[in-house]
């Protein structure tokens, strides 16, 4: 899984920037270029009136921001259906988003930020976008009112509820501590008006009792909010979807595709391109796909064979660079046999790091290496420094020898089985499963490959718990408060309570030292804290960090302004851009 618009996140928060669950990715660390002066490409025949996009997930809700729904697979699709008042730019960093309106921080003690909403913007059913949906965003992320499902609380637990009326065009957000990630806040995201209507209140009432914290004046609503958008094979009415972007979403076929078509009603510049298709396909038929002409624009895991493929193709631009995109083994701490220190030190002495690097990751990127730290890329500042400090590459050499004394000194039984839990078709991520079952059967384990089409679904393995160790890509961002919550102590180890926290860590010294980093402004000051989370992150094992993926994208030559992204974004990011020549 992962995320988009912003997907704004080491993915996991109620900012603008949290990580996604991904499986797969692409983006590209350059300078950003300017999409309207993109050279023409030799004409291939695209219809130009719509440009299609292949992803490998299919979206699965119109709400993208509940703890069980946040997710590349939805956020890829939601880019530009639900724009906030910022967006990662084409070099990843965050960009005001000027069609919204404005903001502003206007004191710093107490920090205070004021949100100017564009007079004109609305939702594409007509109705405006004002303070009600900014105190929907209260409601759901702030943690005061759980009965909403929301990914985190890391930002608007410290805002107070604002001070406005219902169809206020100004607000102003009134932080209680200071937050180093203010400017990405997610401040206008999903319709209040629907959520009221379908909660069977009027906007004012749902107003009002949020203002009043009336949870069971609430109840029904927040019931709405969680499950009433999510698809279930089949398209929401579409009086429930309206856009506040230049898409809004204009059919859907479960298994096959979803199409949006361009929003008239955007009070902005409108999209280039009619209408937008996003395919999905499983990322070992994209290139094929791409080839036929069956897409335009593909952004599949990269590996030797498939680079090799898109590099062949004719009439097709191809992008490599890096990305906030690893991937990462996490142990389950809940259930099985990995709530035992031991045996997670054992198994990260016989997972073959280096050797999944060179098999895997080198042919692409001659410098790679074993990713040592999860919160920083390695292509950013202090990763190094880092590195160093946490004492990660004692792990970057198999030790089968310590891994068995590890084993014995556990008592556990032998065999240990150990499933391992994916989503499937990944022929990158099948390889690294049987590299360490390979090593690590060698150590008194037994892995068993798991993978399955649904492992990132509601009812899925990830979700529920049902592995010992998950596999699975973290998409992100720079941003500190994108990735603070996934090591955070849950309430509960529940899908909606876990939120990006799937293995149900939980360690009180990272928890206050996650506090320390999201209240911190000056980034020299960031950095020694990062450092002793990592730390504490090795000590425990919490994860195993295995790679960074590099980035690899590709789309038929003749489609102008396409502009991969770093971050989780994606390449979407830009989709009103698109043309074909």
């Known amino acids: 899984m992962s995320s988009a618009r912003r997907a704004g996140r080491f993915l996991a928060a109620a900012t603008g920037a949290a990580i996604l669950l991904t499986a797969c990715g692409a983006a590209d660390n350059a300078p950003a270029a300017d999409p309207s002066t993109a050279p023409s490409a030799p004409a291939s025949g695209a219809n130009a009136s719509t440009i299609t996009h292949a992803f490998e997930q299919e979206i699965s809700s119109y709400n993208a921001e509940t703890a069980e729904e946040y997710s590349s697979k939805n956020h890829i699709v939601l880019n530009r259906i639900q724009p906030d008042f910022w967006y990662f730019g084409a070099d990843g960093s965050v960009q005001p988003e000027k069609d919204m309106g404005s903001y502003e921080k206007v004191s710093d003690e107490p920090l205070t930020v004021k949100y100017s909403i564009n007079p004109n913007a609305a939702w594409s059913d007509g109705n405006a976008i004002a303070c009600d949906d900014v105190m929907l965003m209260y409601a759901v992320a702030s943690g005061k009112f759980p009965e909403f499902s929301y990914i985190s609380t890391t930002t608007w637990d410290k805002i107070k509820m604002p001070d406005c009326k219902i169809d206020d065009k100004e607000v102003t957000l009134n932080y209680t501590t200071p937050f180093g ?10 319709p209040a008006h629907i959520v009221a209507q379908q909660g069977g209140l009027t906007e004012q009432e749902m107003f009002d009792a949020i203002k009043a914290e009336d949870h069971g004046k609430l109840k029904k609503a927040a019931e709405f909010f969680n499950k009433g958008w999510i698809f279930n094979g089949k398209l929401p009415d579409k009086a429930l979807i309206p856009s ?24 902005g510049e409108k999209a280039k391109t009619e209408k937008i298709v996003i395919r999905f396909i499983a990322q070992d038929q994209q290139v094929q796909a791409l080839q036929n002409g069956e897409t335009n624009i593909i952004e599949p895991q990269s590996n030797p064979d498939i680079l090799a493929q898109v590099e062949a193709l004719q009439n097709v631009t191809v992008k490599t660079g890096e990305q906030f995109l690893y991937d990462h083994l996490d142990f389950n701490f809940n259930k099985g046999p990995f709530k035992d220190a031991k045996l997670r030190q054992a198994f990260a002495a016989c997972t073959p790091r280096q050797q999944i690097v060179d098999n895997l990751i080198k042919p692409q990127n001659p410098n790679a290496a074993p990713m040592n730290v999860r919160n920083i890329a390695p292509f950013q500042p202090g990763y190094a420094e880092a590195v160093k400090f946490a004492g990660a590459d004692k792990y970057n050499t198999v030790d089968l020898e310590g891994a068995k004394k590890l084993v014995a000194d556990s008592g556990v039984k032998t065999p240990i089985k150990v499933n391992i839990g994916y989503n499937q078709p990944n022929p990158r991520r099948t390889q690294v499963v049987e590299l360490i079952k390979a090593s690590c059967d060698q150590a008194g384990f037994e892995v068993t490959d798991t993978g399955s089409e649904k492992f990132f679904d509601d009812a899925g393995d ?17 941003l500190n408060s994108g990735w603070t919550s996934t090591y955070q102590t849950p ?3 529940t899908p909606s309570a876990k939120g990006n926290n799937k293995g149900c860590y939980s360690n009180k010294e990272y928890d206050k030292l996650a506090d320390q980093i999201l209240a911190e402004t000056d980034p020299a000051k960031v950095a020694p804290l990062i450092q002793q989370v990592e730390k504490i992150l090795w000590d425990d094992l919490a994860t195993i960090p295995l790679y960074s993926q590099p980035a690899l994208s590709a789309w038929s030559s003749n489609i102008q302004n396409v502009q991969p ?15 074909a020549q």
Request: proline share 3%; hydrophobic share 40%.
């Open 462 to 478: 990830l979700a529920n718990g049902n592995f010992d160790i998950a596999l699975f890509g973290w998409a992100g961002s720079s």
């Open 491 to 493: 309430k509960k180890c």
């Open 181 to 190: 990630d203010w400017a990405a806040a997610t401040v206008v995201q999903l």
């Open 244 to 267: 506040s972007g230049q898409y809004v979403i204009d059919s859907y076929s479960p298994g096959q595709s979803i199409t949006l078509a361009r929003n008239e009603k955007y009070w």
């Open 565 to 579: 992204n770093p971050s989780q974004a994606s390449i979407t990011w830009n989709m009103q851009q698109w043309a």
